[in-house]
């Protein structure tokens, strides 16, 4: 069985097909899909999908994309929204949280400095709650590790991860596992190939993003959870390593750092 750890199954692009994609996905083996929460507004959305679908269960969080139209107040709904989704077995981490410098109306001074205190506050609610968090990094690695490392919370991902072997070091002692999916499928992505070639095996996890980064076949077209098992073929190839190996122990490195995912 396989596991996607992020997938944003409740997005527009699915329509009215996010249960047909789930059950899709459970066709293929995929066991379960962890769906992240972007914004206040969504929250509701990803808790009612996970409970819709057998396969699903959801993440909390304040993207840091949405954080320009975010304020203070946000920050007091997510903490109570997390103390009272703390009772629902298919809650499984705060996310997706983090950092992103690539956008350029997000690297303005003003909006660093916004994206770094909301990032620090959703950290401090994984720290008291005892959560794993599911972190967007973007162009911020250094800087995602140093907050990480201030407050520490219980683990987390990765998300889409593209840094240096020693950043992924960093992360690794952090408790914290590495997400790969459909970038890996390109042969031109030589970094992320070799990331997932030589990183240990039990430090990753497959994810899809879907709607996003579709793996190469898929390109330019619309990514999806079932997906998940031909992603896992391609890290296989590139670790020429039993496919089977590989569904065992991302699945089992997927629980290991989110541990209230259900059974």
Known sequence: MWIDTHCHLDAHEFGGESAAQAALAREQGVSMIVIPAVETANFPVVAQLAASVDNG????????????????????????????????????????IGLDFFIPMLTEPAMRE???????????????????????VRRSQDVVLKHVRQIRPAGGIAHAFNGSFQQAQGYIELGFKLGFGGAMTFTRALQIRRLAAELPLEAIVLETDAPDIAPSWVHPGRNSPDQIPRIGAVLAELRNIPLQEVADATSANARAVLPRMPT
């Open 114 to 136: 916004k994206q770094i205190f909301f990032f620090r506050e959703q950290l401090k609610i994984a720290r008291d709650f005892e959560l794993p968090v599911l972190m967007h």
């Open 57 to 96: 269960c959801y993440a909390l969080g304040i993207h840091p994309i949405y954080v320009p139209h975010a304020d203070e107040d946000d920050l007091r709904v997510l903490r109570e929204q997390v103390a009272a989704a703390m009772a629902d077995r298919r809650f499984v981490a705060l996310g997706e």
